[in-house]
T-cell receptor
Framework: NAGVTQTPKFQVLKTGQSMTLQCAQD?????MYWYRQDPGMGLRLIYYSASEGTTDKGEVPNGYNVSRLNKREFSLRLESAAPSQTSVYFC?????????????FGSGTRLTVV | SQQGEEDPQALSIQEGENATMNCSYK?????LQWYRQNSGRGLVHLILIRSNEREKHSGRLRVTLDTSKKSSSLLITASRAADTASYFCATDDTGANSKLTFGKGITLSVRP
């Protein structure tokens, strides 16, 4: 099925551990995004890539790094996980940066940092 | 920071009734979008309305946009239990580089 695929779906980390969240889309979209969703906070943008080869910080980038590996893949790395990074992480992609069409979201990664 | 703010935060209605949700925003926009999120799932795009449009329909959905008041409303007619979800508005802000800003969402419960 065409869409955005995120792996893993669930992860438990210990404080200080590192991990990479993977995201891939097969819709030939130019733009890709990482959001986190916390209760009562809505979706907050962590990083985004408007096009292959570019990445920019969003609203809450501290503690994260990203890599736009190619047009299909956009990964999010936590170098030293903290309990404050416990959240649900969503990857999204868009053909037009949201200007003409909406975003397509993955099903999310539920991360718990203990 | 959040641009769109939805109102009410939670809404509970009976199946068959209409549900109206509102979104207010602060700055100039290119378009405004509505998304649905079922429990434990990702967001699904519902409808996009451009800044030069006042009303748009898609099936049982009707969206209005009033740029003078910086507000939008989403109407779901003849609601069904399957419409139970969280609904988010998102704005494509003028000057923003290829990114949407999402509100905190409205939780809609439709009682059978």
């Amino acid at each position: 099925n065409a869409g955005v695929t995120q792996t893993p779906k669930f992860q438990v980390l210990k404080t200080g551990q590192s991990m990479t969240l993977q995201c891939a889309q097969d819709m030939n979209h130019n733009s890709m995004y990482w959001y986190r969703q916390d209760p009562g906070m809505g979706l907050r943008l962590i990083y985004y890539s408007a096009s292959e080869g570019t990445t920019d910080k969003g609203e809450v980038p501290n503690g994260y790094n990203v890599s736009r590996l190619n047009k299909r893949e956009f990964s999010l790395r936590l170098e030293s996980a903290a309990p404050s990074q416990t959240s649900v992480y969503f990857c999204a992609s868009s053909a037009s940066g949201g200007r003409l069409y909406g975003y397509t979201f993955g099903s999310g990664t539920r991360l718990t940092v203990v | 920071s959040q641009q769109g703010e939805e109102d009410p935060q939670a809404l509970s209605i009976q199946e068959g009734e209409n549900a109206t949700m509102n979104c207010s925003y602060k700055t100039s926009i290119n378009n405004l979008q509505w998304y649905r999120q079922n429990s434990g799932r990702g967001l699904v795009h519902l409808i996009l309305i451009r800044s030069n449009e006042r009303e748009k329909h898609s099936g049982r959905l009707r969206v209005t946009l009033d740029t003078s008041k910086k507000s939008s409303s989403l109407l779901i007619t003849a609601s069904r239990a399957a419409d139970t979800a969280s609904y988010f508005c998102a704005t494509d802000d003028t000057g923003a580089n290829s990114k949407l800003t999402f509100g905190k969402g409205i939780t809609l419960s439709v009682r059978p």
